[in-house]
T-cell receptor
Framework: AQSVTQPDIHITVSEGASLELRCNYS??????LFWYVQSPGQGLQLLLKYFSGDTLVQGIKGFEAEFKRSQSSFNLRKPSVHWSDAAEYFCAVGEAFGNEKLTFGTGTRLTIIP | DSGVTQTPKHLITATGQRVTLRCSPRSGDLSVYWYQQSLDQGLQFLIQ???????AKGNILERFSAQQFPDLHSELNLSSLELGDSALYFCASSVGLLNTEAFFGQGTRLTVV
């Protein structure tokens, strides 16, 4: 069965600093990988996704993620965070070729300090 | 605004009761997904409908059921409610069968007292 691990429950970074959120997945075949962001009181918004091809994926709001098959990782990065990036971030994995569901990680809460 | 509308936004009910959560997908989307987000279980997939038919089931309890109507809106019915059913219930929709880019609603927060 597919699974996702986000080892960091809570991360605090200073505004303007770089960010990396970790995600490790377990899946037997080629996965579909996603990062979602959830702001307080809001639904989930898709930041970026990886299906195939270039392993470095660009998303919205200046985020990028790199797929590393050898490490079963799909870490999310941003070179300079803004106070508005404070939110909960979820990594998710879906099955390739006809996925009907996503399996989510437990999320990483990001706090931004001035 | 994702285009997915969920009603009501908040719901408080007593144990043993039954509630119905409603979801209107984005215009043109045929698939609807239901997810439950709770503190102890995280985000879990419940069920998917595609063009009116059940497509996939996840960790959905027998006390829960869903359907998708001809106008493509969907309802999630939760019965014999227990305290542990308190959670945020999300609906998401996508154009086709592949969940390549699901758009999520803002959720319905259910509190069972």
């Amino acid at each position: 069965a597919q699974s996702v691990t986000q080892p960091d429950i809570h991360i605090t970074v200073s505004e303007g600093a770089s960010l990396e959120l970790r995600c490790n997945y377990s899946y037997g075949a080629t996965p579909y990988l996603f990062w979602y962001v959830q702001s307080p009181g809001q639904g989930l918004q898709l930041l970026l996704k990886y299906f195939s091809g270039d392993t470095l994926v660009q998303g919205i709001k200046g985020f990028e993620a790199e797929f590393k098959r050898s490490q079963s990782s799909f870490n999310l990065r941003k070179p300079s965070v803004h106070w508005s990036d404070a939110a909960e971030y979820f990594c998710a994995v879906g099955e390739a070729f006809g996925n009907e569901k996503l399996t989510f990680g437990t999320g990483t809460r990001l706090t931004i300090i001035p | 605004d994702s285009g997915v509308t969920q009603t009501p936004k908040h719901l408080i009910t007593a144990t043993g009761q039954r509630v119905t959560l409603r979801c209107s997908p984005r215009s043109g989307d045929l698939s609807v997904y239901w997810y439950q987000q709770s503190l102890d279980q995280g985000l879990q997939f419940l069920i998917q409908y595609y063009n009116g038919e059940e497509r996939a089931k996840g960790n959905i309890l027998e006390r829960f059921s869903a359907q998708q109507f001809p106008d493509l809106h969907s309802e999630l019915n939760l019965s014999s409610l227990e305290l542990g059913d308190s959670a945020l219930y999300f609906c998401a929709s996508s154009v086709g069968l592949l969940n390549t880019e699901a758009f999520f609603g803002q959720g319905t927060r259910l509190t069972v007292v």
